[in-house]
């Protein structure tokens, strides 16, 4: 069974550009995470999905990042303009369901911004 | 608000050694999980080991288990027989519908 599929697994931008990632879940995995993984630090949640519906989305930066689950599979999460400090490793998971069911991890999107 | 605390940066332990990784918690919530993940470099986070907070007995994975201590809201990782590839970040994180990470503590297996 494919695990979670992140891509690019690297990018390298200059402030002020946008810049997307992309995320394909476990097959049949309802529910898809998107977190923020700073260096040394644990992963924090950015927005939960729950199929194609948003249902957790209060630690997702409004003003600069959007994100979207067309058809409640693959997922793109989206930064414009980027500022120098959303460089991070940004982690995609996803679940069976929601609340306590296992997370599995994409391997991870390291954003570099200069 | 639920936190969790691991006060261990960095740990070192010799192969074939055990060593004991901490963690504590802070929640209001009386059902929850408990786990111990591994992100070794190249990323990829990987579920070591989960514990029920309704359960007594605690958990174990052949050569990882916890002591879990409810009262205390103490969730300690034992990995025995070290090997080189346990080399890697762990975290301890508790899930109530929504998953919160420790800071990581970075273990290295000296050969």
């Known amino acids: 069974e494919a695990g979670v599929v992140q891509s690019p697994r690297y990018k390298i931008i200059e402030k002020k550009q946008p810049v997307a990632f992309w995320c394909n879940p476990i097959?049949?995995?309802?529910?898809l995470y998107w977190y923020r993984q700073n260096l040394g630090q644990g992963p924090e949640l950015l927005i939960r999905?729950?199929?194609?519906?948003?249902?957790?989305d209060s630690q997702l930066p409004k003003d600069r990042f959007s994100a979207e689950r067309l058809k409640g599979v693959d997922s793109t999460l989206k930064i414009q303009p980027a500022e120098l400090g959303d460089s991070a490793v940004y982690l995609c998971?996803?679940?069976?369901?929601?609340?306590?069911?296992?997370?599995?991890f994409g391997p991870g999107t390291r954003l570099t911004v200069t | 608000a639920q936190t969790v605390t691991q006060s261990q940066p960095e740990m070192s332990v010799q192969e074939a050694e055990t060593v004991t990784l901490s963690c504590t918690y802070d929640?209001?919530?009386?059902?929850?999980?408990l786990f111990w993940y591994k992100q070794p470099p190249s990323r990829q986070m990987i579920l070591v080991i989960r514990?029920?907070?309704?359960?007594?007995q605690n958990a174990t994975e052949n050569r990882f288990s916890v002591n879990f201590q409810k009262a205390a809201k103490s969730f300690s990782l034992k990995i025995s027989d070290s090997q080189l590839g346990d080399t890697a970040m762990y975290f301890c994180?508790?899930?109530?519908?929504?998953?919160?990470f420790g800071q990581g503590t970075t273990l290295q297996v000296k050969p």
């Open positions: 999905y729950e199929n194609e519906e948003a249902v957790d």
């Open positions: 994180a508790f899930n109530t519908g929504k998953l919160i």
């Open positions: 097959s049949g995995h309802n529910t």
């Open positions: 514990q029920e907070a309704y359960k007594q």
């Open positions: 998971a996803s679940s069976l369901g929601s609340g306590t069911y296992e997370q599995y």
């Open positions: 929640t209001s919530e009386n059902n929850y999980y």
